[in-house]
């Protein structure tokens, strides 16, 4: 059985977006994005949503024509365009880059892909993972927190049903104060 794990940059009261879906608090210093870097060159699959799909595959096939590209960034595009990756929306017609398209129910198909024999997956946007974390399905929760308080937006966690106990598996500074914390559901 595959691990799934949930990671994405967040604020320090909780948000992976600011209202009206501002980023810009999110620039990483370059020890974080080569976290980054490495955790995509590690994953096995990525999963999706619409919007966090649109996003990524509307620059990262695109770096090397951006200004001031540097080699990190276009090192990043490589690892996320060979990255294998499953977009879950019912309402794109296509995607490329190493991409599948999947129309079903969201729930069941992570399921499936979690029974499936192989290595690590990644969970992206906060709508599908909110899925996921409704389901119990996601074994790892990483929160990268830059030190904002955005005040409201999208937030990481969704609203539960139950409680979800999880064990401290990992702590790390970055410079800037960003934190990295690792948790793992326990059963």
Known sequence: MRKLTFAMNVSLDGYVAAPGDDLGWTTPNDEVFQWWSDRVGSTELALYGRRLWEDMSSFWPYADQQPG???EQLEYARRWMEMPKAVFSSTIGTVGWNARL???EAASEIAGLKAEDGGPMDIGGAALAATA???GLIDEYILVTYPVLTGGGTPFFTTLDNWVNLNLLESRSFPDGVRLTRYGTRC
Do not use: K, Y
């Open 69 to 71: 590209v540097t080699p």
């Open 102 to 104: 999947i129309h079903g």
């Open 133 to 135: 974390m409704r389901a």
